[in-house]
């Protein structure tokens, strides 16, 4: 009689293995060639190859993974790290098939359920850019695969094999932990004599190797490796980090009514979108012939699908990454499901039929879902981000825009190390920061909603337009629509006044206009009281010139005339009532100006030409605002804005 241990043979092997090639070609013709993706593809693309730490939970796994892959002697980093995607989406579909033979399907079964898979719409997509789901997936195969071969066997060593994959996968993306309770109720309701204080010991112990891997956040922060989001310098702050706790406001947040309401049909809808009525019911008779022939092993998929179902109903996450056990874990399930709709077809000519319909399966996924998931023509962003680095000088800065646009950057600087032999730098967007690369010879550039934010301050850009190199050597414009940039070309000099009393700007008055920014927290009415000095005794006082942002600004001018000694009377007295510093360079002009201005920027923001006067001598400033926060109000030189 053969040992159901060693159910699968050298066959079984050599077929998982002609499956996931097969899968695998077509993964490397629709990946992303090189740099780009969406949400966190591009940092992933660059992450491990430094050794890096991403995101809470810094996922470890993946990082050493990507170290290796990130050594592959073909193609650009992005396209090594895109590769490693497809590579473990393919073993995930060759696992599967490990998994359904486990399961007694017969092989024509396995193998349409296996590339099946493959081609599944989410699975192949997760596989075609860097991220942690495809690396999830095939974890998650092989340590089902391997609790099965536990429930065949009974030896112990298969449990810790099993107990050891589970225990890794950790490493990669926590939500392989949602399958625990069933891999546990798996283990109980098989072999419940098999569990013993010696047993749960050692697979206690196994686990807590597993998580040893987070150890890793901790020495590459004490190493301050080249990029770190999650840094934990002791035990403490590294369990922080494993819980993700920047991110508790996204997880087990809704209510009852909120998950019935909403979450559940979200996730409803993207069962039925990915399976149709047709697969549902291929699913729900797959439940029906476990529970008849195998009920221990619809413990085990069953409950595993439903745990990760329900902790992402849970979570305000990504749905298709983090769905992405469940459905490997269901398309296990319909893979039963079909092996009994063969298996129970009778006569001859209806089993021909089902065999015909289960072997033109995986042809319909690859027909319906190859388009949606070719994405070998995707080299937008590498081009546009090779032109750009190929023109940057020497010392240039460019100032960090949206999160995706920052990676795609990042990549550059730390993956490919583009600004060997010049100084590249990405920097904040604060106005401080950007003034003091700009006094240090930096060169600037900025994207369109940093650039906004930038000339609210006074400084002055021109769009930048980029060319790439042809194959014949030619040069052809880059289309510069999706993601614009332009290079400073003139600053203003700009000081933060908010309640930092009175600031003396004659330097700026020069210039013949003013730019008042006022920034607060919450509704304030601020107050500016501007005092202007000049000996153009024929001058227009301050007045304001325009006006943007929320509130509308007021403003009321006194004028006094030195050389009439009630007016300078006057204005003695209230130089010394606003106590302004300095008063005898005022009262030394002919004209002077006290402008009040006042405005409510709602919490918002407000931003104020004001007009100065010609042969404007000296200036004092004071702004009131919400808080001490002197970066509440901020005036600038205007000329030529």
């Known amino acids: ?81 895109n590769f490693m995607s497809a590579f473990f989406g393919a073993a995930t579909s060759g696992l599967l098939f490990l998994m359904l033979r486990r399961l007694r399907a017969h092989w024509v079964v396995a193998v349409a359920a296996a590339l099946a898979l493959g081609f599944d719409r989410f699975v192949w997509n997760a596989s075609t850019v860097a991220e942690v789901y495809s690396l999830n997936a095939a974890l998650t195969a092989l340590t089902v695969l391997l609790a099965l071969r536990w429930g065949d066997s009974g030896r112990d060593r298969d449990l810790y094999l099993a107990a050891a994959a589970f225990s890794v996968s950790l490493g990669n993306h926590l939500t392989i932990g949602a399958i625990g309770p069933a891999l546990v109720a798996y283990v109980l309701v098989t072999r419940p004599r098999s569990v013993s204080l010696r047993t749960i010991a050692i697979c206690s112990l196994i686990l807590i190797a597993g998580l040893s891997q987070y150890t890793f956040i901790i020495l590459r922060t004490h190493q301050q490796a080249p990029h770190l989001e999650a840094h934990a310098w002791n035990l403490r702050e590294l369990f922080d980090v494993v819980r993700a706790a920047p991110y508790t406001d996204e997880m087990f947040i809704f209510s009852p009514r909120q998950l019935w309401s909403v979450r559940l049909p979200q996730i409803a809808r993207l069962f039925s979108t990915e399976w149709g009525l047709a697969g549902l019911a291929l699913v729900a008779s797959g439940v029906v012939a476990l529970t008849i022939r195998r009920s221990t092993a619809a413990v085990l998929l069953v409950g595993g699908a439903i745990g990760v179902t329900a902790l992402t109903l849970n979570v305000d996450a990504d749905l298709h990454g983090f769905l992405l056990p469940a459905f490997v874990l269901c398309w296990a399930v319909a893979g039963v499901g079909l092996n009994a709709w063969r298996t129970f077809a009778s006569p001859r000519p209806a089993r021909v039929i089902v065999t015909l319909a289960i072997v033109a399966l995986p042809c319909l996924q690859l027909s319906t ?93 021109t769009d930048v337009h980029l060319n790439e190199r042809r194959a014949d050597g030619t040069l052809a414009a880059i289309d510069m629509t999706p993601m614009e940039i332009s290079r400073l070309i003139r600053s203003a000099p700009c000081l933060p006044v908010g309640n930092a009393g009175w600031r003396d700007i004659s330097g700026m008055v020069e210039s013949g206009s003013l730019l008042l920014r006022i920034d607060n927290y919450r509704p304030f009415l601020s107050e500016a009281i501007l005092y202007v000095g000049t000996d153009a005794v024929d001058a227009a006082p301050p007045s304001i010139l325009s006006s943007d942002g929320t509130g509308t600004p007021a403003a009321d001018v006194l004028t006094f005339r030195t050389q009439n000694s009630s007016q300078a009377a006057a204005l003695r007295q209230r130089l010394a009532s606003d106590a302004v510093p300095g008063s005898q360079a005022f009262e030394s002009q002919p004209v002077v100006h006290r402008l009040v201005f006042h405005v409510n920027d709602a919490g918002q923001f407000n931003r104020t030409t004001l007009a100065i006067p010609k042969h404007a001598r000296a200036a004092s400033l004071k702004v009131s605002v919400d808080l001490n926060n002197p970066q509440r109000a901020t005036v600038c030189a205007a000329s030529g804005i």
């Open 1 to 81: 009689m053969t040992d159901p241990a060693r159910a699968l043979r050298r066959d079984d092997v050599l077929a998982a293995i002609a499956i996931a090639a097969v899968v695998l070609l077509i993964y490397a013709r629709t990946m992303v060639p090189g740099l780009g993706g969406s949400g966190d593809s591009a940092k992933f693309q660059y992450i491990g190859s430094v050794l890096g730490t991403p995101h809470p939970p810094g996922y470890p796994l993946y990082i050493f993974t990507s170290f290796v892959f990130s050594k592959l002697p073909f193609g650009t980093l992005a396209h090594r790290i």
């Open 369 to 461: 879902n190859y388009r949606a998931n070719d994405h070998h023509n995707r080299t937008y962003e590498s081009r546009y981000m090779d032109a750009l680095f190929q023109s940057l000088p020497e010392r240039s800065a460019i100032v960090r825009e949206a999160y995706s646009i920052d990676q795609l950057v990042l990549y550059k600087l730390i993956g490919e190390h583009a600004d060997v032999g010049r100084t590249v730098e990405l920097i904040g967007s604060d106005q401080p920061t950007v003034q003091r690369y700009l006094t240090q010879g930096f060169t600037l550039y900025a994207f369109p909603e940093r650039r906004a934010a930038l000339e609210a301050y006074g400084y002055v850009f």
